[in-house]
C-alpha cells in the first residue's frame, strides 16, 4: 500500500497512536484515520491513556503533517508515520514515554533505541510512580514483562546497540573499548 505521502492538517485525537487528518487526495479533500506505525499507546480508558492523548495532541493537533502510509489495519484506517511540524510524532510520543514499540509491526529498529533512551530517563510509561494498570509497561497487557519498569531486560529483549549502530559508531565503539586481553 505504500503510496505517494500526503500533506494533511491534523484536526483530531482520538489517543495516543490514532489520529485524524484531513488530505487533499487525487478524489478531493478527505478525512483519513490515520494509526501510528510501529507504536503502541494506553487506549483512552487505560491508565495513562489521557497523557497519551494529550502529548500527541500537543506534537500534532491543527498542524500540518506529512503522512508516510505503510498499509491499512483490520479497521481501515491508514498504517502511518506521520512527520507534524517536522517533529517524527511515532518516534515523540516514544520518546516522551507516552508509547511503547509495537514490537510486531516495527521496522524501524532506531525506535527500540528512543524507548531505552525513555526507559532509563523513566519518562512517562517508564516513571515507576505512575500507576499503570493495564498497559505494557506494568506487565498487565498479555503478560508482557519486558516492558514492566524495573524488570531486568533479557539479551533478546532489546537489540544490542551494535545492531542499530552504523557502520561509523560501531568502529568507534569498538576503539573506545578497553582491550581486555591487555589486563590480564
Not at 487525487?26 to 499507546?41: C, F, H, S, W, Y
Not at 514499540?101 to 505512575?130: I, N
Not at 506487565?139 to 529483549?157: H, I, L, M
Request: glycine share 8%; charged share 25%; net charge positive.
Amino acid at each position: 500500500m505504500p503510496t505517494a505521502i500526503l500533506v494533511c492538517l491534523v484536526i483530531g485525537i482520538a489517543d495516543g497512536d490514532t489520529l485524524t487528518t484531513r488530505c487533499e487526495t487525487p478524489t478531493g479533500m478527505d478525512n483519513i484515520k490515520v494509526r501510528l506505525a510501529e507504536i503502541d499507546a494506553p487506549e483512552k480508558g487505560q491508565a495513562f491513556g489521557n497523557r497519551s492523548k494529550q502529548h500527541l495532541s500537543d506534537t500534532c493537533f491543527k498542524k500540518l503533517a506529512e503522512v508516510r502510509p505503510q498499509t491499512k489495519d483490520r479497521y481501515g484506517r491508514t498504517v502511518a508515520r506521520v512527520i507534524c511540524d517536522g517533529v517524527d510524532a511515532n518516534a515523540e510520543q516514544v520518546r516522551a514515554g507516552m508509547a511503547w514499540v509495537f514490537d510486531k509491526c516495527v521496522s524501524d529498529r532506531a525506535l527500540y533505541a528512543v524507548q531505552l533512551g525513555a526507559r532509563a530517563a523513566r519518562r512517562g510509561l517508564w516513571d515507576p510512580d505512575y500507576p499503570r494498570v493495564g498497559c505494557p509497561a506494568s506487565g498487565d497487557r498479555a503478560s508482557n514483562e519486558k516492558f514492566r519498569p524495573g524488570a531486568v531486560a533479557q539479551a533478546s529483549t532489546y537489540p544490542s546497540a551494535a545492531s542499530i549502530l552504523t557502520p561509523d559508531a560501531k568502529a568507534r565503539s569498538r576503539e573506545a573499548q578497553p582491550d581486555s586481553r591487555r589486563s590480564q
